[in-house]
Each structure stands twice: as structure tokens, then as C-alpha cells.
């Protein structure tokens, strides 16, 4: 085989192999138009994997890929909103499937997963409430510590917090001392002298 040949069999090659990336991605592009985004991902991955090298492929993947994430992510949120936990998870796990190094759903699932635990705990503490709002308050804290950012239990600590502090739980002996209005009279102090005495 001469040298002329060879050069036009690579160049053939080399034509073919663009047309068949270029067509991956528009099938590709279809595919997302008609809203499956899995199906459109799922292609560019296949195609990937038989040509890893090409540069436009490994860009469109990923340019589907984050289309994939946002709209999984959206449909997790979504669930959540809901209450449907297994959803959200299952959202998520989707987004690992295609996307395995993906961190943000990882941290997702493991936060859904350590909400399924804390629930019935916060639900506990809003059964203590009104007999016990000490212990109610105890369990919170627990919750809290685990998760710093549980809207509802941050809620009920600051309802249980006001609730404690009011009057009605402070021990008898001060209660009566503590409801008593206190008066001050600096009518010829210096302020210098008014201030110590606040202090």
C-alpha cells in the first residue's frame, strides 16, 4: 500500500469518525428536545466511550450532562417538597448514575437519608411540648447538633427557649421577685455615676 493511499484511507477515517460524533450529537440534541434528557445523555456517553479522545463529544456530554443535573435536581427539590423522600433519593441517585463524581448529590442523599432519622425525633419533642418543655427542649438541642440547619427544629427550639424563659417557669421564689417593676432615681448623679450603678 503506498503512502498516498494510506494518507487517504486515514483522512476517510478520520471524515467518518467526525460524522458519526456529529451525528451522536445532533440525535443527541433531539433527543433533549423531545425532553429525554436520560436517552440524550445515555448516547453521548456510549459514543464517548468508543471515541474518548474527541474533543466535541466529551463537550456536549458534559453540556448535557449539566441539563441532566439541574432538571434532576429540580425534581429532587420538588419531592422534597412534597415530603416524598424516596423520590428525592431516587432523583439524586439518578444524577449519580450518570454522574458518579457528582458531590452535590451525594451530600443530598446522605442529608435526606439523616432527615428520615431526625423526623420522628422532632416529632417527639412537638408530642413534649406542652408536658414536658424541658426534655422537649433537650431532644431539640440533640437534633440541632446533628443537623445545624433543621428549619423545624430551630422553630421549636426558639418557641421551647421563649417559652421556658417566660415567667411561668421560673422557680417560685423568684417569680414573685422577678414580676416586680424595679425604679431607679438619679435625679443628682452624674452620668459617669449613673452608668456604674446600670453596670
Known amino acids: 500500500m503506498s503512502t498516498r493511499t ?8 478520520f471524515l467518518l469518525t467526525g460524522c458519526q460524533t456529529q451525528r451522536a450529537i445532533e440525535q443527541s440534541d433531539e433527543l433533549r428536545q423531545q425532553g429525554q434528557i436520560v436517552d440524550s445523555v445515555e448516547l453521548l456517553q456510549a459514543e464517548a466511550r468508543e471515541n474518548p479522545d474527541d474533543v466535541r463529544l466529551r463537550t456536549a456530554n458534559f453540556s448535557k450532562l449539566e441539563i441532566l443535573v439541574a432538571q434532576y435536581s429540580r425534581e429532587a427539590s420538588a419531592a422534597l417538597l412534597r415530603g416524598d423522600d424516596a423520590a428525592a433519593i431516587a432523583a439524586m441517585q439518578t444524577i449519580l448514575k450518570y454522574d458518579p463524581g457528582n458531590l452535590g448529590a451525594r451530600q443530598e442523599i446522605q442529608s435526606i437519608q439523616m432527615m428520615q432519622q431526625l423526623r420522628p425525633q ?68 452624674s452620668l459617669t455615676a449613673i452608668f456604674e450603678t446600670i453596670a
Open 122 to 189: 422532632l416529632a417527639r419533642a412537638f408530642a413534649m411540648k406542652g408536658s414536658n418543655p424541658v426534655e422537649a427542649l433537650n431532644l431539640v438541642r440533640q437534633i440541632i447538633a446533628q443537623k445545624p440547619n433543621y428549619r423545624a427544629a430551630l422553630e421549636l427550639r426558639n418557641a421551647l427557649t421563649r417559652e421556658l424563659v417566660s415567667a411561668d417557669y421560673l422557680s417560685p421564689d423568684l417569680s414573685d421577685a422577678m414580676r416586680k417593676p424595679v425604679s431607679l432615681e438619679f435625679s443628682s448623679q
Open 6 to 13: 494510506l494518507v487517504h484511507c486515514c483522512l476517510g477515517l
